[in-house]
C-alpha cells in the first residue's frame, strides 16, 4: 500500500526545503529542530543566541542565557507556517536556590496536518497525519561574570505509519561584561543520535550546529548589535548549492549548465547572522536580522527580492511581553510569529494587593 505522490512531495520537499535552515548536501533528520515559532528569534534573523534578555522563550536556541531572572516564567510561541503547517513551543522556567541552579522545561511541536492516502490506481483509503515534538530540559548556572547550561531533547517523529526517536543535547557558554551591555558565547546544539529509525536500520545523522556569536548594547543609547557565525563544524565548505536549472550559461560543448563558482569570501559570508534591537525601556524593542544563508539558498535565479531579512517588535502590556516577529523565505512569502511571555510571580503580587 503506497501513499499518494502528495506524501512522496511532502517528504522530499517540504521537510527538507521549508525548515529555517538546509545542511550542507540535505543530510540529517529531524530538521524541524531548526524551526523556531518564537517571534523574537523570527524577527532577529533565526537566530537570537547574543539576545541577553530576560525572556524564557530565548533558551530554545543558548541555555547558557538561563539565570534565576526567569524564575517563574511562562512562554507561548505560535507560527502558523507555509501550506499551513502549524508550530509551536511552551517553556517554563524555575530557580533551585539551594541547587545554586536554574531550571527549564519545555516542548516543541510541528503538525504537518492531514492527508490523503491512496492506492497506486488514485482509489482513496483514508487519511493520515504527520508531526514531530521535542520535549526539552535545560539546567543552568551563573559563576561569576560566566553563565553556563546544557538542554537534553527527547525526539519523537511520526510521518504516516513512519515513527522514530532520538536524543540530542545543547551545550553552551557565555561571557558579559560587567555593566552586561557586551557578551560573547559558543553553543554547540543538536548533538545526538537517532534511537530508532523511521524503516528497518536505515539510522541517520542528527545535523550539529556549532555557533559562536558576540553582541554589543551601547550606554545611553537604544541599540544592540549581534553578529553570529552559525555551522562552523562546516567551515571552509559552502552551506548551500545553487539551482542551476535556470542558468542560461551553457557550456557549448557538454550542453549543460555551467556552475557557479565561489570563493572564499561566498563560503565565509554564508555562515553570517546579523541582527539589531532598538531597545525603548521595558516596554517597546524593534528587531530587524539578517540571514546570509537564508537568502542565498532561497533566492530565485532572477529574483533575490527581500528574502533572509527578518524584522519584529515587541510591547509589554501590564503583566504580559508580546512579541511579534516575520521571516521572508520566498518572493512574497513571510511568516507570522506571534509569542507572550508571562511572569506567575506577577500575578501574585497583583492578588496579594488587592486582599
Request: aromatic share 12%.
Amino acid at each position: 500500500m503506497k501513499t499518494t505522490m502528495r506524501l512522496k512531495l511532502f517528504l522530499l520537499l517540504v521537510l527538507p526545503g521549508l525548515l529555517v535552515k538546509a545542511q550542507v548536501g540535505g543530510m540529517g533528520t529531524y530538521r524541524f529542530l531548526y524551526l523556531q515559532p518564537n517571534a523574537r528569534i523570527a524577527g532577529l534573523g533565526g537566530n537570537a543566541i547574543v539576545t541577553p534578555d530576560n525572556d524564557v522563550n530565548l533558551i530554545v536556541q543558548n541555555p547558557s542565557l538561563l539565570n534565576k531572572n526567569f524564575h517563574n516564567q511562562i512562554g507561548l510561541n505560535f507560527v502558523n507556517y507555509f501550506a499551513n503547517i502549524k508550530a509551536g513551543d511552551f517553556n517554563f522556567a524555575f530557580h533551585i536556590d539551594t541547587l545554586h541552579t536554574t531550571f527549564s522545561m519545555g516542548i516543541q511541536f510541528v503538525n504537518y496536518g492531514d492527508f490523503t492516502k491512496t492506492a497506486p490506481d488514485g482509489q482513496v483509503l483514508g487519511t493520515f497525519s504527520a508531526g514531530e515534538y521535542n520535549l526539552h530540559l535545560t539546567a543552568a548556572r551563573v559563576y561569576k561574570q560566566f553563565q553556563y547550561g546544557a538542554s537534553l531533547k527527547l525526539i519523537n517523529s511520526t510521518l504516516e505509519t513512519y515513527n522514530s526517536f532520538g536524543i540530542a543535547a545543547d551545550v553552551a557558554a557565555s561571557w558579559f561584561s560587567k555593566d552586561r551591555l557586551l557578551m560573547t558565547t559558543a553553543v554547540i546544539s543538536n548533538a545526538g543520535i537517532q534511537l530508532k529509525a523511521y524503516r528497518n536500520d536505515h539510522y541517520e545523522n542528527i545535523p550539529i550546529n556549532i555557533q559562536v556569536g558576540f553582541s554589543k548594547k551601547f550606554e545611553h543609547n537604544p541599540l544592540r548589535i549581534g553578529i553570529i557565525l552559525q555551522e562552523l563544524q562546516s567551515a571552509g565548505k559552502l552551506l548551500y548549492q545553487i539551482n542551476n536549472r535556470n542558468n542560461k550559461n551553457i557550456d557549448l560543448e557538454t550542453g549543460l549548465p555551467i556552475q557557479e563558482k565561489f570563493n572564499i569570501f561566498d563560503q565565509a559570508l554564508s555562515h553570517v547572522v546579523v541582527n539589531t534591537e532598538l531597545i525603548f525601556g521595558k516596554t517597546l524593542n524593534i528587531r530587524f536580522g539578517y540571514n546570509a544563508l537564508r537568502r542565498r539558498e532561497l533566492s530565485l535565479t532572477d529574483v533575490r527580492g527581500m528574502n533572509g531579512f527578518t524584522w519584529g517588535f515587541g510591547i509589554k502590556i501590564n503583566r504580559f511581553q508580546i512579541a511579534y516577529g516575520s521571516g521572508i523565505y520566498l518572493t512574497g512569502r513571510n511568516t507570522n510569529n506571534f509569542s507572550i511571555v508571562t511572569r506567575l510571580d506577577d500575578f501574585k503580587r497583583k492578588k496579594n494587593t488587592t486582599n
